[in-house]
């Protein structure tokens, strides 16, 4: 193995590792395809027109053949896979709207009970107010009967302390 070999797996077990760690402190983080993103990061994206570990000159043909396209997918394959990506977003957009059609309807649901509760509580302060109002009436009415009660009793009184005539 070359020293820039060498180098590139060291830089490769140390990505991997640096991912493990990741993935295992955050759940979110997906480990699908990690190997192809560590490749990926290391040595740079692929790029048609050349051959890893070969030198800056050679090139797919010369290295692989006239005949091979492996390096290359066919156009066919490259329509196949935008048609998944268009059917992906496709997806994923109706997923979006679905999603905020469910929100909103939460959401008017909320509304509808908060209306609710505020016509109860103000249900229930007009009642209170209306007993109380009922109540202080009624005090009032005790109260003037006391005083007619009173002025009856003084009159009866302040009979009752003249002489007779």
């Known amino acids: ?12 077990k140390e990505k991997k590792a640096e991912y493990e760690a990741i993935a295992s402190s955050d759940s979110s983080v997906n480990l699908e395809n990690i190997d192809n993103r560590i490749i990926t990061e290391v040595l740079d994206p692929e790029r048609y027109g050349r051959v890893r570990f070969q030198g800056s000159g050679v090139t797919p043909t010369q290295y692989f053949g006239s005949g091979s396209q492996q390096y290359m997918p ?3 394959q490259a329509q196949a896979e935008v048609q998944r990506l268009r059917d992906q977003i496709a997806q994923m957009q109706a997923d979006t709207v679905e999603q905020i059609a469910e929100v909103q ?3 008017e649901e909320l509304q ?3 209306r609710a509760e505020a016509a109860e509580k103000e249900a229930t302060a007009a009642a209170r107010k209306a007993e109380a109002r009922a109540m202080v009436a009624e005090q009032s009415k005790k109260y003037d ?5 009173l002025q009856q009793m003084m009159h009866m009184f302040q009979q009752s302390q003249k002489p007779p005539s």
């Open 1 to 12: 193995m070359t020293s820039e070999a060498g180098e590139i797996m060291e830089k490769l």
């Open 74 to 76: 066919s156009g066919s």
């Open 112 to 114: 509808q009970q908060l």
């Open 105 to 107: 309807r939460k959401y």
């Open 145 to 149: 009967d006391l005083q007619l009660q």
